[in-house]
Structures are given as C-alpha cells and as structure tokens.
C-alpha cells in the first residue's frame, strides 16, 4: 500500500495560482496513471485532470487552458499548475495513485478561491 502525501492547498483571490503537489510516500515503479479529482459540498467527486504512465494528460473541459498537470519522474511526485483561479474552483481536492486495479487516495487539501 502506497501513502500519498498532499501540500499546497489554501486560499488565494480570483484569478490567482496555486500548486498543489502530490508525493508517495515509498518507493513506487515510474509507469503508473496519477491524477486530481476535487469535491464541492452538495457534489459528487470528479476528475479535474490525469497524467498516465507514459506523460499523456487529459484535462476537465471546466479546467482546460487553466490547469497543467505534470510529473516529476525522478521523485515520481504528480504537481497540479492552477492559474486563473475562479471561486467555482473551490473544493477538495484529492490525488490518485493507480497501481493496477488499485487505486490509492490522498487524504485531500482545501482550496478556496474568494476575495
């Protein structure tokens, strides 16, 4: 079982960044599919954006051309690029590790998006 170690959640103005990173906790192969999924009150989870083993990215339409997400290989950490922030932004967010079919959960950083 692999821990995910989460950082860079908090509050930041409309139209701001943010970098959320997303670090396993031990020794992991490189070719696994990561991801962020967020969670609004009152909404049920969603992907926001995905990075497979092999560097391909799939984005959120709500996100495109906002969000990048990218992967360190030598330190296997998965980083979420926010910028131009907008108060519907604001959720949960949570990394996946998919190893398989086993998924991995982060615990889930807050991010709040308000004047």
């Known amino acids: 079982q692999v821990q995910l170690v989460e950082s860079g959640g908090g509050l930041v103005q409309p139209g701001g960044s943010l970098r959320l990173s997303c670090a396993p906790s031990g020794s992991i192969g490189r070719f696994y599919d990561m991801g962020w999924y967020r969670q609004a009150p009152g909404k049920q989870r969603e992907l926001v954006a995905a990075?497979?083993?092999?560097?391909?990215?799939n984005y959120a339409d709500s996100v495109k051309g906002r969000f990048t997400i990218s992967r360190d290989n030598a330190k296997n950490t998965v980083y979420l690029q926010m910028n131009s922030l907008k108060p519907e932004d604001t959720a949960v967010y949570y990394c996946?590790?998919?190893?398989?079919?086993?998924?991995?959960w982060g615990q889930g950083t807050q991010v709040t998006v308000s004047s």
């Open positions: 996946n590790l998919r190893i398989a079919t086993m998924s991995n």
């Open positions: 990075i497979t083993g092999g560097g391909s990215t």
